[in-house]
């Protein structure tokens, strides 16, 4: 499995993005989609998960009530749409899929990871 992230940029604080990850196929590593990010100096860290179905989804604290994580099968993409930015947002964003039978929100979980895409929000 194959994931292209794309969709980042340079935004004012409190602006908008979506994110998008494109898988090459469908298969049962793809179960589980989830976005992780890097900020400059840090340890990469969850942002956000979805089920298969999306009936599970699960977020880091310090984005909740700002992102949205979905997805669209027909188009093996899963998207993050991310509102009120902040400086703190900044950082690369991973997308990366799993199999598994639960929400997890460790990166050792995750089989599969596509290349980051820079999201960078100035103050």
């Known amino acids: 499995v194959q994931l292209q992230a794309s969709g980042g940029g340079l935004v004012q604080a409190g602006g908008s993005l979506r994110l998008s990850c494109a898988a090459s196929r469908l298969t049962s590593s793809t179960y589980y989609m989830g976005w992780f990010r890097r900020a400059p100096g840090k340890e990469r860290e969850f942002v956000a998960v979805?089920?298969?179905?999306?009936?599970?989804?699960s977020y880091a604290d310090s984005v909740k009530g700002r992102f949205t994580i979905s997805r669209d099968n027909a188009r093996n993409t899963v998207y993050l749409s991310m509102n009120s930015l902040k400086p703190e947002d900044t950082g690369v964003y991973y997308c990366?899929?799993?199999?598994?039978?639960?929400?997890?929100?460790?990166?050792?979980?995750?089989?599969?990871w596509g290349r980051g895409t820079q999201v960078t929000v100035s103050s």
């Open positions: 990366a899929s799993r199999f598994g039978t639960k929400v997890a929100s460790t990166a050792a979980a995750y089989g599969y």
């Open positions: 979805i089920s298969f179905n999306g009936d599970r989804t």
